[in-house]
């Protein structure tokens, strides 16, 4: 699949706009160097991108709104001596509502001598980004050739389908989401949003869905902020990566209804008709929009390294007072 969209690049039939998207250490990244490296230097030489005034790469931190308007600016514009310009979006996912919806007009008329690469999770963009890109995704096999691996494996059909499904046709994410510990944390995690979004905020429920048991010694000034485990031999810590999966766990079930709400895509979430149907009905696109960029914001600030607990609870918090 990649070396189809490298030889389109080469071709010069590629679309202007492009999303690679897939798991982290697909090799996301790599690959969208390597098409702007084809698009900009006319080689598969992506080191060379170092010294290329016509490539520009942005999201690896903070993004401001400023900053991609004027990036948009200079997109609109021919390359430096002539050339074609190539600017490659990391970790799109994580850009703002705001940051996607200027972005939109761009990837509607991109520049003819421009190539914009979007990479990351497709969970966390905008199905108006979505639809507007070529999708490139690293490790993913069709859906029904995802479940056919499943069946195989001892699965049964329906389920087989639905985890294909809930994993966008990548195997490897299929089998780890359908273990009996994922479905679990899954499971619980889904509680934990509907309480969170209709009853209450479940601070404790949550901190306890991610909290485990680190190897570290407690410190020897015995100050500390994390709640400490029994015997002092270890301390209850906030798991970053889990923490991290019930966010995004949180975003695909609000795409989801934001999909529902503007009527494209299937739901991903096929087994939480309801609970979508409930947050489609109650919120209005724009809330739930919102809701997403700061359910996102939050993955950010934790890759970031944020307390992990401290995030959590901000995020659960505005979760509730957002059905006010």
């Known amino acids: 699949m990649p070396n189809r969209l490298l030889e389109a ?3 010069d039939r590629a679309s202007h706009a492009i999303l690679i998207s897939g798991p982290e250490g697909s090799g996301r990244r790599e690959l969208a160097r390597r098409c702007a490296a084809l698009f900009c230097l006319g080689e598969d030489a992506p080191k060379r991108l170092i010294n290329c005034p016509n490539y520009y790469e942005i999201g690896e931190n903070a993004v401001k709104v400023d900053d991609i308007r004027t990036l948009l600016s200079s997109a ?10 190539a600017f490659v979006f990391v970790n799109a996912q994580r850009m703002s509502t705001q940051i ?6 761009t990837l509607e008329e991109p520049h003819s001598e421009t190539m914009l690469i979007l990479t990351g999770n497709e969970f966390g963009l905008l199905p108006t980004i979505r639809s507007r890109c070529v999708i490139e995704r690293l490790g993913a096999g069709s859906i029904e050739e995802t479940a056919q691996a499943l069946v195989t494996d001892g699965m049964l059909a329906q389920e087989a389908n639905f985890y294909a499904t809930l994993s966008d046709g990548i195997l490897s994410r299929a089998r780890a989401y359908a273990t009996e510990e994922a479905r679990t944390f899954r499971a619980e995690a889904i509680r934990i949003l509907e309480r969170a979004i209709f009853e209450y905020a479940p601070f404790s429920d949550a901190a306890d869905l991610i909290t485990i048991l680190s190897a570290e010694p407690e410190p020897d000034d015995g100050i500390d902020d994390e709640p400490k485990a029994k015997g002092g031999k270890k301390r209850k810590k906030g798991d970053v990566q889990l923490a991290l999966s019930l966010l995004t766990i949180f975003i695909s079930v609000f795409q989801d209804a934001l999909n529902e709400k503007l009527r494209v895509l299937s739901p991903r979430n ?6 979508i149907h409930n947050i489609a009905s109650h919120f209005t696109t724009a809330r739930i929009q919102g809701i997403i960029e700061m359910l996102s914001s939050s993955q950010q600030k934790l890759t970031a390294g944020a307390n992990v607990y401290l995030t959590l609870d901000s995020a659960l918090a505005k979760l509730f007072t957002e059905n006010g």
């Open 9 to 11: 690049i080469q071709q």
């Open 270 to 275: 096929s087994d939480q008709t309801i609970l």
């Open 76 to 85: 609109a514009m021919q390359g430096f001596n002539g050339g074609q310009r």
């Open 100 to 105: 996607q919806n200027t972005l939109l007009k």
